[in-house]
């Protein structure tokens, strides 16, 4: 691979992927699809483009004039804002999505997939640069997770797995065997709230990917504002499925952890 694109969103991804990629000696062509997308992806690639995730036409029309035959689609791109007006679909993309039977997350993603196919462009595994990022099993942080705390993260495991297959969500909030919170539209962080808020101190956060998770697009990930989240709503520990979760900003994350007694591990 000497060339490749990359779809970026938001979060710290897309400019680590963008980093492990240079190193390998890959040219990556970036495309920032949101204005959050993180500013620091144009000093990283090879050449920089923003152009809105609803503008397909142009999406296609750049990677295509730039010779790209392969991508990765990296970064937070949350469903909430084909409802918020935010974005501008051209009509292209308002016919696609107007054609979906439903527009859960895979459905969507898949339609992209399948235009990037239909232009003679693969999408290509999503952690193929980064596998590195996703931890063993083990406990990640300085303490250990509680016998409790231990017990609702094999609880919310398998609560989050079920929601993965309904493909609504990938994260769960739980107490005491009880669910708090589940992911859907809003987002993790939101989630991490609202469940830490209802548990009123002491719930524990399950992050695991889709039963039959596709790894070119929505691969779960955590990072340093997940624990911000966890930390400001008194969540107290966080599990994420082992060798199938980005772990991104490590460092961080494990500082933060730390300051607030947060135990996380990779179950």
Do not use: W
Request: proline share 3%; aromatic share 2%.
């Amino acid at each position: 691979m000497e060339k490749i694109g990359l779809l970026a969103g938001a979060g710290k991804l897309p400019v680590a992927c963008a980093e492990a990629a240079r190193a390998m000696g890959i040219e990556v062509v970036g495309i920032a699809l949101l204005p959050e997308t993180d500013k620091a992806l144009a000093g990283v690639v090879a050449d920089y483009a923003e152009i809105s995730i609803g503008h397909i036409d142009a999406i296609l029309n750049h990677l295509k004039e730039k010779g790209v035959r392969k991508v990765t689609m990296i970064g937070k791109v949350t469903k909430e804002i084909l409802f918020s007006g935010r974005i501008q679909p051209d009509a292209r993309m308002l016919q696609l999505i107007l054609s979906l039977p439903n527009r859960n997350d895979d459905t969507i993603m898949m339609m992209f997939v399948r235009e990037l196919a239909n232009a003679g462009i693969e999408a290509v595994d999503q952690t193929a640069l980064i596998r590195p990022l996703m931890p063993a099993k083990g406990t990640i942080s300085k303490r250990e997770p509680t016998a409790e705390e231990k017990a609702d993260m094999a609880y919310g495991f398998d609560v989050a797995k079920e929601l993965g297959r309904l493909d609504i969500g990938q994260t769960v909030v739980v107490r005491n065997a009880a669910v708090m919170a589940l992911e859907a539209i809003e987002g993790t962080d939101a989630c991490i709230r609202r469940g830490g808020a209802l548990a009123h101190g002491g719930a524990v956060v399950v992050k695991t990917a889709k039963p039959s998770q596709d790894d070119r697009f929505d691969v779960p990930s955590v990072g340093a504002q997940t624990i911000r989240s966890m930390a400001g709503s008194g969540c107290t520990a966080l599990a994420i499925e082992a060798g199938k979760t980005l772990l991104v900003e490590r460092e961080e994350v494990l500082k933060l952890a730390a300051e607030h007694d947060i135990a996380i591990a990779a179950i």
